[in-house]
C-alpha cells in the first residue's frame, strides 16, 4: 500500500503522544562488556532484565542504551538500561526525561547498595548520593537529588580495602541461589511504585 510507511511512523508517533501523568522511566544502572555481566554492581540492569521477562515489553535499542517500553493497565513504562557506563548514568537519564517529558516523581533509578545486607531494598524519595558515582552523575546532570531511587541490598561481606573488588566482582553460589527472590521483590517494589505510588509503597517495601 502506499504511503504504508508514513502510516507505521504516524502511528509510532501518535502512541508516544501520552499523558505524562501516565508515563515512567525506570533506570536500572550498571556498566555494559561481557566483563561486567554477574557482578554485584550490575544488579540494576538484572532488575530491568527480570522486570520485562515478567511483563513482556518490547525492546528497542535507544539512543543511550538498551530500551524496553510496556502499556500495562493504562500506564506506559519505559525501562532503560544505560549504554553510558555506571560513572556517566546521569546523561541517559537526563536525556530520556527530557524526550518522554518524564516527570521527575515518575523517575525511579535502581541501583545497588553496599550499605545494605544482600537482598535488602530500601526505596526513597531523595538523598545524597553515598559516594555511588552513579547517582552522584545523574544528581549533576539533573541539578537536584530530589528523585526516587531504589537501592537494592548486596552486603559488605568484603576485607579492609576491598570495596572495589567486591563490587564489580561476580555472585558466589550461594548469593546466585538468593537472587531470583531478590528481583522478584525488586520487580513487586517497581510495579508497587506506578501503581500505588511512593509513600505507600514506601511503607510497604522498606520493613
Wanted: charged share 30%; glycine share 10%; hydrophobic share 35%.
Amino acid at each position: 500500500m502506499r504511503f504504508g510507511w508514513l502510516k507505521k511512523l504516524l502511528c509510532r508517533d501518535k502512541s508516544r503522544q501520552i499523558d505524562p501523568d501516565m508515563k515512567y522511566l525506570i533506570v536500572g544502572l550498571g556498566n555494559i562488556g561481557t566483563e561486567y555481566v554477574a557482578t554485584r554492581h550490575n544488579i540494576g540492569f538484572e532488575a530491568i532484565d527480570y522486570f520485562v521477562e515478567q511483563h513482556r515489553c518490547r525492546e528497542e535499542t535507544l539512543r543511550y542504551g538498551e530500551m524496553h517500553v510496556c502499556k500495562y493497565r493504562g500506564k506506559q513504562l519505559f525501562l532503560l538500561k544505560p549504554n553510558t557506563f555506571m560513572n556517566l548514568s546521569g546523561k541517559a537519564v537526563k536525556y530520556w526525561m527530557d524526550k518522554e517529558k518524564i516527570k521527575p516523581d515518575h523517575l525511579l533509578i535502581v541501583v545497588d547498595d553496599l550499605q545494605l545486607d544482600l537482598g535488602v531494598i530500601r526505596l526513597r524519595a531523595k538523598g545524597a548520593a553515598g559516594g555511588h558515582n552513579g547517582l552522584q552523575n545523574i544528581q549533576d546532570r539533573l541539578g537536584t537529588s530530589k528523585y526516587p531511587r531504589l537501592r537494592i541490598g548486596i552486603g559488605k561481606d568484603f576485607p579492609k580495602g576491598g570495596q572495589v573488588d567486591f563490587v564489580l566482582g561476580k555472585w558466589t553460589d550461594k548469593e546466585l541461589d538468593q537472587l531470583p527472590a531478590i528481583l522478584q521483590k525488586t520487580s513487586e517494589c517497581i510495579e508497587s511504585f506506578v501503581f500505588r505510588g511512593l509513600q505507600n509503597t514506601m511503607q510497604a517495601f522498606n520493613g
